[in-house]
């Protein structure tokens, strides 16, 4: 297809984005094509204010508009909790079934060699700062069930040994409404290993 090249050149930044295939990035260009200017407008005012006043909590690494993430100032969230997770993101998942109430720690990634990060490059030291008070009893790793994951929570189990926190791993296993027959070999290893008496 023959394109402009403002439209071409626009295909191209949405393709950029996560999860974005070309027929997806060709289809919002050509939405922002039939939108109206004000709403193309409002578009991009969204994304220049989340890029001027969106950073890191200062202490757990959530998203924040101040210096200090609504979580971490809630006095009646559990100090004693702290739930690691990869990013922010994440939080919002957990958050979403309303039953974990402790706090966060967002580590902005995993290990993984591959990528050249390593734990070094993620927020491991501040954990560590966060534990040395009295305050925190358990550390729940809540990275994703994948290499990357798995061995970020290896890492942090091995670290967090020496403090003398309880440190637990989030149970993985089958989703509700899952047929076993579907299941990959992993996943059901993980629901066998997290199983629990009824």
């Keep these: 297809m023959n394109l402009v090249p403002s439209m071409a050149k626009l295909i191209n930044r949405f393709n950029r984005l996560p999860t974005i295939g ?14 109206s200017k004000e709403e193309i407008s409002s578009l991009a005012t969204a994304l220049l204010e989340v890029k001027e006043k969106v950073g890191h909590c200062k202490i757990c690494n ?10 971490c100032e809630d006095g009646r969230r559990d ?34 060699p591959l990528d050249g ?12 700062e966060r534990i040395k008070g009295k305050e ?28 003398g926190i309880k ?8 989703p509700i409404g899952g047929d076993l027959e579907y299941a990959d070999e992993v ?8 199983r629990r008496q009824f």
Excluded: M, W
């Design 22 to 35: 070309p027929k997806t990035a060709q289809r919002l260009a050509f939405y922002v094509l039939k939108a």
């Design 187 to 194: 996943t059901l290893a993980r629901a066998l290993e997290g």
């Design 136 to 163: 925190v009893k358990e550390v729940i790793i809540a990275t994703n069930p994948n290499v990357e994951g798995e061995a970020t929570a290896l890492y942090l189990t091995k670290i967090l040994k020496p403090e």
């Design 79 to 112: 100090k004693s909790l702290i739930c690691v997770v990869e990013q922010p993101q994440d939080i919002i998942a957990i958050e979403r079934t309303r039953e974990y109430k402790g706090r966060y720690h967002v580590l902005l990634g995993a290990i993984s």
């Design 167 to 174: 440190t637990t791993r989030i149970a993985f296993g089958l």
């Design 62 to 71: 959530n998203i924040t508009e101040r210096q200090v993430c609504p979580i």
């Design 117 to 128: 990060v390593g734990p070094e490059d993620l927020a491991i030291k501040s954990l560590i």
